[in-house]
């Protein structure tokens, strides 16, 4: 393994570490309406727990209001009682085969709450970023010990590593703003 490799793997890892972190905020209700909020809502599909998503289309009809249009007859009470059951506190209410999800507006408390979510959502990304930026250094002083570099590389090396653990942790920073300029803001 060389150095260039560390720091590819390093990369790779921490951009992860950010995707994880976006796809976590997605899920983080503001009170306006997105589909992906019931994509971990499970209904009840012949025996099998699925994604609502794959036993209904799941749309936006208007900016606090997602409607969910099952595919089967059979299936809207099912799915109108799983996201009822649901811990995002929802509550949904069926119009023939349609069912609306309005989307209940935020109290301050709620918002606060939030983005306390929110930065522990962030420290928790930072954490790993900062594993990954140790197991980095550790490999390189790994390599320096077995003397396949030399102690300038090494260091060279460590201070790549640390650049680029700035520039992700300064992206969690940026990505936590928003979501909390955006709870804070509806």
Known sequence: ?????????????MAKSIE????????????????GILDQV??????????ISQVANVTLLDARTIS???WEKGMGAKIEKAIRESDLGLNPASQGD??????????????KDLTKVVRNAGEDAK????????DANEQAKKLLKDKEIGEDDERRSLDEVQ???????????????GKEAEILAV
């Open 1 to 13: 393994m060389s150095i260039a490799d560390i720091k590819k793997n390093a990369e790779a890892k």
């Open 42 to 51: 499970s209904v009840d599909y012949y025996g099998s727990m699925v994604p």
């Open 98 to 111: 349609l069912i609306r999800v309005p989307m209940p507006p935020l109290t301050e408390e709620r918002r």
């Open 163 to 177: 650049k680029l653990t700035d520039r992700v942790i300064a992206e969690i920073d940026k990505l936590i703003s």
């Open 68 to 70: 969910v249009q099952p």
């Open 127 to 134: 954490v790993a970023v900062r594993n990954l930026r140790r």
């Open 20 to 35: 994880a972190l976006k796809n976590e905020l997605h899920k983080i209700r503001t009170g306006r309406a997105h589909p």
